[in-house]
């Protein structure tokens, strides 16, 4: 079984204003809610790609319980803990002549709601995957993703896309997968990166680190892989208009483990991929199996 895991999911409000101006009514041309979450949005895809998963994390309040029911409704299994402090946020996301975010704070997590989620992990087995992906709420120790790794049995695989500091501090636990995009590579290296020579030599340096296999996405460039291997695979992007980036990297991240565990081959995951990651920026939403497929033809 696939898990993902996050920590502090929302209820994305998402609203299109016409020429929205401060201190007067404005009335929405068009809303959405979304259920936002980098680990939600890999179940989401996977699901479209026929691969079950089920979602951890903490919810808590009415609009916890709206993300549960809106999980089921969509035929996505959860598994969350629900906290008595506060409420499962609400991020409103406003389109106008500029695009303006309001995110909310999410409930308090006490560790005795950590312990429960560690507990999850404990019964796990080497059959199956976990994906952490996201920030660590403020209530959070810093050390978090540490602790539940340390909580998982042996031959878990675990997937990673965090930033920087976060990402680097969990190497030496050896993931199977990690995506930064090429800003935050060169991010962990102190330098920006120019070419794909020097994306292969600083993602050469993750592995040396731990990680098994380095997924880079660069935006309208393309991405490339360094596979546990030691080969180096290359996929341009996606044609087409871009319209949404948010959840496009979850969706390269969930089509590339989707790839890569219907075939064992990691050029046709890097493309599944690829396709995926497409797919949700070419639309206002996050992909669907048809998108994918259209998206996955042109490659």
Do not use: W
Not at 14 to 40: L, M, P, S, W
Not at 115 to 139: F, H, M
Request: glycine share 12%; proline share 2%.
């Amino acid at each position: 079984m696939i898990y993902t895991v996050t920590l502090n999911p929302a209820l994305d409000y998402v609203i299109q204003v016409d020429h929205f101006k401060a201190g007067q009514i404005n009335r929405n041309k068009t809303e959405n809610i979304y259920f936002g979450g980098k680990g939600i949005n890999v179940s989401c895809i996977l699901r479209e790609l026929g691969i079950p998963s089920t979602a951890l994390g903490f919810t808590a309040g009415f609009t916890g319980k709206a993300l549960s029911d809106g999980l089921s409704a969509m035929g996505i299994v959860s598994d969350f803990i629900h906290v008595e402090n506060g409420m499962t946020r609400i991020n409103v996301k406003m389109k106008s002549d500029e695009e303006t975010e309001i995110n909310g704070t999410g409930p308090v997590i006490s560790e005795r709601d950590f312990e429960v989620l560690k507990g999850k992990l404990r019964q796990l087995t080497k059959e199956d995957i976990v994906i952490l992906s996201g920030s660590i709420p403020s209530c959070m120790q810093s050390d978090a993703y540490e602790n539940m790794i340390t909580c998982l049995p042996e031959g878990v695989r675990l997937i990673v896309d965090a930033e920087k500091d976060l990402l680097l501090s969990i190497l030496k636990y050896r993931p199977f997968l990690i995506k930064p995009n090429h800003l935050e590579l060169g991010e962990m290296f102190g330098t920006q990166i120019t070419n794909e020579d020097e994306i292969v030599f600083c993602a050469g340096k993750l592995q040396e680190k731990g990680a098994r296999n380095v997924l880079v996405s660069m935006a309208g460039d393309g991405a490339v892989l360094l596979d546990e291997n030691g080969n180096v695979s290359r996929m341009a992007s996606a044609k087409g208009t871009v319209v949404n980036s948010v959840g496009a990297g979850d969706s390269m991240v969930a089509g590339f483990l989707a790839g890569y565990l219907k075939t064992g081959d990691y050029g046709y995951a890097l493309k599944l991929g690829t396709a995926c990651g497409g797919a949700t920026a070419f639309h206002s939403g996050l992909a669907v199996k048809e998108e994918i497929e259209e998206v996955l033809r042109t490659l």
